[in-house]
C-alpha cells in the first residue's frame, strides 16, 4: 500500500529529499505520456520525470535496444575498453552539437555533466574565477552548489569557487524587469562590464548560463543576451558554458539547443536527462583544445556505459527519425496559446511564458507582483485530482512548470489544456 511505502520511505530517507503532493504518488506503470499509480489511477504527464522521460513510456524501440544489448551478457565493462554503443552516440552528438573540432565525455548526471564543465574550463583558463547567473541550477555537487543562484538549492555556502553573478532575464521582478527586451540586453550587458571590472580579478575563467533556468521558473532572458555577454567575453578570452540539461534535444521547438536562440556557439555545453529517456546518461561537449585540459588521468565508471548509450542512441534517433523538435513547437504553441487565451488575464496570473514544451505559469498576489505560493499549490494539487502531473519551481516556489514528452499529441496537449485551465480557475475562484 501507497501508505505503507510513505512511512518506508520516511524511515530510511532522508527529509530533505522532497515528495510531490499531500498524498504522494507511487508510480508503477506508464505507456505513452500517461502512468498509472498504485491505486490503479492513471494521469497525463506533463512533466516527464522532470523532463526526462522525453520520448514518453514504454517505448518499444529504446526498450529493445536496451534488450539486445542486455542480451549480450555485458552491462559494464568501463571506458577502459572500448565501448561501440558510447563512440557512436558521441559521433552523433559532437555533429550536432555545432561546436567545431568537438569532443564529449560521459557522465551520469547534469550535476556531473557542469562539474565536468568546470573542471575543464577552469584548468583551461588557470582561474577558479566563475561568473553565473542569479535565480539559476546546475546541480548538487559542491562546484555546481557553488555556482547555483537560488538560495532554495544551495544546500551549503561553502564554495571552491570565486564567483561573481550576473542579471537574470527575469520580467516579473528585479533591477532589469521594467525594461524592454533589448533595453535588458544593452544593461544586462553593461552590468557583466561592471561585475568583470569590480568583482573579479581579471583572468575570469568562464560563464556558465541556462539558455532557459530551470529550477528557476522556466524564466529566460530575451535572445541575443547570450551574443551580447560572448562579445565581452570574447574580449578576456572567457570561456562560454551553455548549460543545457533542460533545454536541449530540441525541447524549445525552435531550436536543437537553447543557446542557438541567440546565435552563439558555446566552448562547452552540457547535456542529460532527455537523451537517456530514464537511463543515467549525460556529459559535456567541447572544443577539443578545451576538453583537453585535464592535467591528469579521469574518467567516469558508469558514465556513457553500454546499458545508457544504447537507449542514447535510440533515443537520438527516434527524435530525428520523428523530427520532435517540429512537434514540440507545434504543440507547445497550442498549450502556451491557449494558457495566455483562457487564464492570462486573471489578475493572479503574472506571466505565461517559455518556448515550446518547456512552459511556466507564475502566480502572484492579485494587484501586486508578490508571489502566491499557496495558490500554485492549489492548483498543482488540483490538476492531479483532474488527472494531470505537472511540476513547480520558481526562486519564490510560484511557477508551474510543464515538460511533457516531446511525442505529445495535439489531442493530449488539449486534454491537458483543459484540465490545468479548469484547475486553474477553480484555484483561483473564478467561475467556470
Known amino acids: 500500500m501507497t501508505d ?177 527586451a533589448d533595453e ?8 557583466l562590464r561592471e561585475v568583470l571590472a569590480t568583482q573579479t580579478a581579471g583572468d575570469v575563467a568562464a560563464l556558465i548560463a541556462e539558455p532557459i533556468q530551470g529550477v528557476g521558473g522556466f524564466v529566460h532572458p530575451p535572445d541575443g543576451l547570450f551574443a551580447g555577454w560572448k562579445k565581452v567575453l570574447d574580449e578576456h578570452g572567457i570561456l562560454f558554458i551553455a548549460d543545457e540539461v533542460q533545454t536541449g534535444w530540441g525541447r524549445t521547438g525552435e531550436h536543437f539547443w537553447g543557446y542557438q536562440a541567440h546565435g552563439v556557439t558555446p566552448d562547452l555545453l552540457t547535456f542529460a536527462k532527455g537523451i537517456g529517456n530514464g537511463f543515467a546518461l549525460a556529459g559535456v561537449v567541447g572544443r577539443a583544445e578545451v576538453l583537453e585540459s585535464v592535467p591528469a588521468i579521469s574518467f567516469s565508471t558508469f558514465g556513457g556505459n553500454p546499458i545508457s548509450t544504447a537507449a542514447g542512441n535510440a533515443v537520438f534517433d527516434y527524435l530525428i527519425a520523428h523530427d520532435l523538435q517540429a512537434n514540440a513547437a507545434r504543440v507547445g504553441a497550442i498549450l502556451a496559446d491557449g494558457l495566455r487565451s483562457a487564464v492570462g488575464g486573471l489578475d493572479c496570473v503574472v506571466e505565461v511564458r517559455g518556448k515550446g514544451l518547456m512552459l511556466g505559469v507564475e502566480f502572484v498576489r492579485p494587484g501586486s507582483s508578490e508571489p502566491d505560493p499557496a495558490l500554485t499549490n492549489r492548483v498543482f494539487e488540483a490538476a492531479r485530482d483532474g488527472g494531470l502531473l505537472i511540476g513547480k519551481g520558481g526562486l519564490h516556489g510560484n511557477v508551474l512548470r510543464m515538460g511533457p514528452p516531446l511525442t505529445l499529441t495535439e489531442e493530449e496537449a488539449r486534454e491537458g489544456l483543459a484540465i490545468l485551465v479548469d484547475a486553474i480557475r477553480a484555484a483561483a475562484g473564478v467561475a467556470a
Not at 184 to 191: L, N, S
Request: proline fraction near 3%; charged fraction near 20%.
Open 184 to 191: 535588458q540586453v544593452d544593461a544586462a550587458v553593461e552590468d
Open 4 to 180: 505503507d511505502l510513505l512511512a518506508r520511505h520516511r524511515a530510511v530517507l532522508p527529509s530533505w529529499m522532497p515528495l510531490y503532493y499531500a498524498e504522494p504518488l507511487e508510480l508503477v506503470s506508464g505507456s505513452g505520456r500517461r502512468v498509472t499509480d498504485a491505486q490503479g489511477r492513471s494521469y497525463l504527464d506533463f512533466f516527464g520525470g522532470v523532463l526526462t522521460n522525453m520520448i514518453g513510456y514504454d517505448i518499444p524501440e529504446i526498450r529493445e535496444a536496451v534488450e539486445r544489448q542486455l542480451a549480450t551478457g555485458i552491462a559494464h565493462t568501463s571506458t577502459l575498453y572500448l565501448i561501440r554503443q558510447q563512440v557512436e552516440l558521441a559521433e552523433k552528438i559532437a555533429q550536432r552539437s555545432g561546436i567545431p573540432d568537438a569532443r564529449v565525455f560521459f557522465t551520469n548526471s547534469g550535476t556531473e555533466a557542469n562539474e565536468a564543465a568546470l573542471l575543464v574550463a577552469t584548468n583551461h583558463r588557470r582561474s577558479h574565477q566563475i561568473l553565473a547567473v542569479r535565480n539559476s541550477y546546475h546541480g548538487r555537487s559542491y562546484a555546481a552548489m557553488g555556482v547555483t543562484g537560488n538560495r532554495n538549492w544551495s544546500a551549503s555556502g561553502l564554495n571552491p569557487l570565486q564567483v561573481a553573478w550576473l542579471h537574470s532575464g527575469d520580467r516579473v521582478r528585479g533591477l532589469l524587469a521594467r525594461l524592454s
